[in-house]
């Protein structure tokens, strides 16, 4: 029997055909092992009560308690509207700042290499990084913004950045920017490389203004660029935790806690993995949501492009 099993593998594995399986088959189990075992054990494990602490409820099976508990969690859903609020602001500025840093670049024509690789610096850096460089930047009392602002006579007293509410939220915004832009700026300058000259010279021939050149040509050609680096950073701020957790900890008093912050703190400081498990398969929603409306905006601008040029 074994020497019958033996030969047919063998047969197989000769097979023109048999190749690309047989290379593709460590991917594969890859794939089995590191992405999909760990999701279906994630998703089980929100089935059930299960605590790090009490290993016997894995086996415990509840049904859809754990979503029935999150879905009558006030704190849960305020955690979910500011993550959408959180990822409307940064998505939005970054791809402004994007789009004028590209705009910038386009038009230099010395040195433009130098530029676009350390365009390229901030998104190299590590989030927790990033947290800790602009968690002592903000700093009460040692913070460099604080000493620049009191030695320069602008304010008197040291501004608690990363302890009231808003001011908080705006620090981390403002390291999310300045961590990401340069994906939206470096794949618009991609646009503006790609976009053909002979357009522009007719719409300039017929009279048209600068403004009217950007907003009827050059916006709707690079847009299908910009919802591509909005599909990718969609994605990222949903799940952002790094930079949170690092500068406020999701405070003061949970102010500033988003939603994986909040999954984290549910699975890990309070042990309730099967709880935070179900959090994280809504939060899936999220991502899942704006990623088709950034898709569906993105078929739009292709298809605006191809009927205006």
Request: charged share 15%; with cysteine.
């Amino acid at each position: 029997m074994r020497a019958r099993l033996e030969t047919r593998l063998q047969r197989w594995a000769r097979r023109p055909q048999s190749i690309p399986l047989m290379l593709l088959l460590p991917a594969f189990l890859v794939i089995v092992f590191v992405v999909l075992f760990p999701l279906l054990f994630s998703l089980y494990t929100s089935f059930t009560p299960f605590r790090l602490t009490k290993p016997a409820s894995l086996w415990i099976f509840t049904g859809i308690r754990n979503y029935q508990r999150i879905f009558a969690d006030w704190d849960f859903w305020v955690a979910f509207g500011r993550t959408i609020f959180f990822l409307a602001v940064v998505i939005n500025l970054e791809f402004l700042f994007g789009l004028l840093i590209a705009l910038l670049v386009n038009r230099i024509t010395y040195g433009q290499r130098i530029l676009r690789t350390v365009m390229m610096f901030p998104m190299m850096f590590s989030p927790i990084l990033v947290g800790f460089q602009f968690k002592f930047i903000f700093n009460d009392n040692i913070g460099i913004l604080n000493n620049a602002l009191q030695s320069l006579g602008i304010t008197q007293h040291a501004i608690p950045w990363l302890v009231d509410r808003w001011l908080a939220m705006g620090a981390i915004a403002f390291a999310e920017i300045w961590m990401s832009t340069s994906i939206f700026a470096i794949l618009l300058l991609a646009g503006l490389f790609a976009m053909p000259k002979e357009p522009i010279e007719a719409a300039r021939v017929d009279g048209c203004n600068n403004w009217q050149v950007f907003r009827h040509i050059t916006l709707p050609f690079i847009m299908p660029f910009a919802f591509i680096a909005m599909t990718i950073r969609s994605l990222d701020v949903a799940r952002a935790y790094d930079i949170v957790d690092v500068m406020t900890g999701g405070g003061p008093a949970g102010r500033t806690e988003l939603l994986w912050t909040m999954i984290a703190r549910t699975g890990y400081d309070n042990a309730r993995m099967g709880e935070a498990n179900a959090m994280a398969y809504v939060s899936i929603i999220l991502s899942i949501a704006f990623t088709a409306y950034f898709f569906k905006k993105l078929v739009a601008a292709r298809r605006h492009m191809g009927g205006a040029l």
